[in-house]
C-alpha cells in the first residue's frame, strides 16, 4: 500500500503559466481533499470530490482554480493563469467513507511561481 | 478565521523535559485531531479524540479536550530531539460522511538535545 502519493513533489512555474498537481488516493479510497499551506501559515481547506463529483467546493478561489476526480486516474487541481500568491504547499488527503478519522495525507506538492 | 488556535506558537525545551501545546476552537466539534509536520514535509497524524472522550494516551503522547472550553492540550513527555517539528490541532465538525477538518496555524516545537 503506497499511501497518498502526490506528484511532482516540486513545481516552479512563471507567472501565467498553468499548474497541474496530481493525487492519487491510497488504494480503496474514493475520497480527496485538497489543502493548501502557505508560508508560516495552517492547512486552507480547498476542495472535497468523490469520483467524479464535486462534493464541497468552499475553500477553493472563484477564479483560476478547478479541481477534478476521475473515474479513472488521479484528482488534479488545476491552476491557470498562475500568479505569485499561488506559491505554497498543496496537499491531498484521501479517505475512505469519507469520514476525517480516515485521512490519509500525502506529503504534498510545493508550487513556486516565479 | 481559523477553527483551531494553538499555544504557543513556538516552544523550545531540553530533551527529556516534557512539552504541552494548546488548542482552542470556537464551534461544536465531531473530534479533534493533532498532526505533526517536520520541515518540508507532509502531515503525520497523531491521535484523535472524540467530543465524548476527555483524555486520550498513545505512547508519548496524552492529549485531552475540554468541551466545555472549548480546548484540547496535547502533552509529549520525555522529548526527543526528533520531536521537533511543528504541531497543529484539526477539528471536525460533522457526525457522519463528507466531513473535512478545519486546522490551527501550529507551533513550532524545538527540542534541545
Known amino acids: 500500500n503506497a499511501g497518498v502519493m502526490q506528484n511532482p513533489r516540486h513545481l516552479v512555474r512563471r507567472r501565467g503559466q498553468e499548474a497541474r498537481l496530481r493525487c492519487s488516493p491510497m488504494?480503496?479510497?474514493?475520497?480527496v481533499y485538497w489543502y493548501r499551506q502557505l508560508p508560516e501559515e495552517g492547512l486552507k481547506f480547498m476542495v472535497y470530490?468523490?469520483?467524479?463529483?464535486?462534493?464541497?467546493e468552499s475553500g477553493m478561489p472563484k477564479e483560476r482554480f478547478s479541481a477534478e476526480f476521475p473515474k479513472e486516474g488521479p484528482s488534479i487541481l488545476r491552476i491557470q493563469q498562475v500568479v505569485r500568491g499561488d506559491s505554497a504547499a498543496y496537499f491531498c488527503?484521501?479517505?475512505?467513507?469519507?469520514?476525517?478519522?480516515?485521512?490519509?495525507f500525502g506529503s504534498g506538492t510545493r508550487l513556486t511561481v516565479v | 478565521s481559523q477553527q483551531g488556535e494553538e499555544d504557543p506558537q513556538a516552544l523550545s525545551i531540553q530533551e527529556g523535559e516534557n512539552a504541552t501545546m494548546n488548542c482552542s476552537y470556537k464551534?461544536?466539534?465531531?473530534?479533534l485531531q493533532w498532526y505533526r509536520q517536520n520541515s518540508g514535509r507532509g502531515l503525520v497524524h497523531l491521535i484523535l479524540?472524540?467530543?465524548?472522550?476527555r483524555e486520550k494516551h498513545s505512547g508519548r503522547l496524552r492529549v485531552t479536550l475540554d468541551t466545555s472550553k472549548k480546548s484540547s492540550s496535547l502533552l509529549i513527555t520525555a522529548s526527543r530531539a526528533a520531536d521537533t517539528a511543528s504541531y497543529f490541532c484539526?477539528?471536525?465538525?460533522?457526525?457522519?460522511?463528507?466531513?473535512?477538518?478545519?486546522f490551527g496555524k501550529g507551533i513550532t516545537l524545538s527540542v534541545r538535545p
Open positions: 488527503a484521501s479517505s475512505r467513507r469519507g469520514l476525517s478519522n480516515g485521512y490519509t
Open positions: 488504494k480503496g479510497h474514493s475520497h
Open positions: 470530490l468523490q469520483k467524479e463529483n464535486i462534493i464541497d
Open positions: 464551534t461544536s466539534i465531531n473530534n
Open positions: 479524540i472524540r467530543s465524548n472522550e
Open positions: 484539526a477539528t471536525d465538525g460533522f457526525t457522519g460522511a463528507n466531513s473535512k477538518l478545519t
